[in-house]
């Protein structure tokens, strides 16, 4: 029998409908699933033979063989967060807006589970960034690390090395260092490129710039990229995947280079990534072709 840890957000998105729906699956399959008090005490669900309450959603992911997330795409990268060290499969089922990593509707669930069931899936892997303090202490991100200003309208100096090559010192706002996965995040936002799921790069692209020649740089992720700060007017806030760190000591230095540990995206039979592009961000959209 297989288990389903359910992930969601009941406090932002409207998820009651769809987690229901999940239970009634499970009755009826089957299946088993796992969901944490917290979600359980806010909808009022309560255990049963096919239903199991747990302490936290990083113990029903540990406990699972495939785990749902339900929301957008913060329910997606907190799911990153607490699941890095288990890489089980994530199926993503858009409850939220944009949802660019949960390409399964709220009414398509029950088919999409009963795929997964029967194995008609493949898995996307997604390679997460690792970030290393000089401290030691390390950070998982699945879209970006951010540095940027902090409590001020000053610009700040962030300089960057790759490869033991020094490469510019950025006069910005701040300074994006993503995946490819967080290439259609805040990194397209602030003029990076788009690439494709898979390919082995960091992305780094500064935010709004004070030169007209600092354009988004692509390298290649096997290799180290260390980013550096000196105290200055502006503090640098520092952060991976939308969570701040503390790191108020200077000289600021964050090495960052790809990890070995990977996001398991599910995807299902006719679900394709440049469809994504095309439905979700208007990718590639012309007017000059839409017919009346």
Same mark, same amino acid.
């Given at each position: 029998?297989?288990?389903?840890?359910?992930?969601?957000?009941?406090?932002?998105?409207?998820?009651?409908?769809?987690?229901?729906? @999940?239970?009634?699956?499970?009755?009826? =399959?089957?299946?088993?699933?796992?969901?944490? =008090?917290?979600?359980?005490?806010?909808?009022?669900?309560?255990?049963?033979?096919?239903?199991?309450?747990?302490?936290? #959603?990083?113990?029903?992911?540990?406990?699972?063989? &495939?785990?749902?997330?339900?929301?957008?795409?913060?329910?997606?990268?907190?799911?990153?967060?607490?699941?890095?060290?288990?890489?089980?499969?994530?199926?993503?089922?858009?409850?939220?807006?944009?949802?660019?990593?949960?390409?399964?509707?709220?009414?398509?669930?029950?088919? @999409?589970?009963?795929?997964?069931?029967?194995?008609?899936?493949?898995?996307?892997?997604?390679?997460?960034?690792?970030?290393?303090?000089?401290?030691?202490? &390390?950070?998982?991100?699945?879209?970006?690390?951010?540095?940027?200003?902090?409590?001020?309208?000053?610009?700040?100096?962030?300089?960057?090395?790759? #490869?033991?090559?020094?490469?510019?010192?950025?006069?910005?706002?701040?300074?994006?260092?993503?995946?490819?996965?967080?290439?259609? @995040?805040?990194?397209?936002?602030?003029?990076?490129? &788009?690439? @494709?799921?898979?390919?082995?790069?960091?992305?780094?692209?500064?935010?709004?710039?004070?030169?007209?020649?600092?354009?988004?740089?692509?390298?290649?992720?096997?290799?180290?990229?260390?980013?550096?700060?000196?105290?200055?007017?502006?503090?640098?806030?520092?952060?991976?995947?939308?969570?701040?760190?503390?790191? #108020?000591?200077?000289?600021?230095?964050?090495?960052?280079?790809?990890?070995?540990?990977?996001?398991?995206?599910?995807?299902?039979?006719?679900?394709?990534?440049?469809?994504?592009?095309?439905?979700?961000?208007?990718?590639?959209?012309?007017?000059?072709?839409?017919?009346?």
């Amino acid at each position: 029998m297989k288990k389903f840890a359910v992930i969601a957000n009941p406090k932002k998105y409207v998820v009651k409908d769809v987690i229901h729906s @999940a239970i009634q699956w499970a009755e009826k =399959s089957e299946a088993h699933l796992l969901l944490c =008090s917290e979600v359980c005490e806010i909808l009022g669900i309560k255990a049963s033979d096919f239903l199991t309450i747990t302490n936290s #959603d990083e113990a029903s992911i540990k406990e699972c063989d &495939i785990v749902v997330v339900m929301g957008g795409d913060g329910t997606i990268l907190y799911t990153a967060r607490i699941s890095s060290q288990y890489q089980k499969p994530i199926l993503g089922v858009n409850s939220g807006r944009l949802g660019f990593m949960a390409n399964t509707k709220n009414e398509e669930l029950e088919l @999409a589970l009963n795929d997964i069931l029967d194995n008609k899936y493949t898995l996307d892997k997604r390679r997460y960034l690792k970030a290393t303090d000089k401290h030691g202490n &390390i950070f998982y991100a699945l879209n970006e690390f951010l540095f940027t200003r902090k409590d001020t309208t000053s610009m700040v100096n962030i300089s960057a090395e790759y #490869d033991d090559n020094f490469i510019n010192t950025y006069w910005v706002d701040g300074l994006i260092v993503a995946s490819s996965t967080g290439s259609t @995040a805040y990194s397209l936002s602030s003029g990076g490129p &788009i690439v @494709a799921p898979g390919s082995d790069v960091l992305l780094v692209t500064p935010i709004n710039p004070h030169s007209l020649t600092t354009r988004p740089l692509v390298l290649r992720s096997d290799k180290t990229l260390i980013i550096k700060a000196e105290k200055q007017q502006s503090g640098i806030l520092f952060s991976y995947d939308g969570v701040i760190c503390e790191e #108020d000591e200077y000289p600021l230095e964050i090495e960052i280079i790809e990890s070995k540990r990977t996001f398991n995206l599910i995807q299902l039979e006719g679900q394709n990534y440049f469809e994504t592009l095309r439905n979700k961000l208007m990718w590639g959209q012309d007017s000059r072709r839409i017919k009346n």
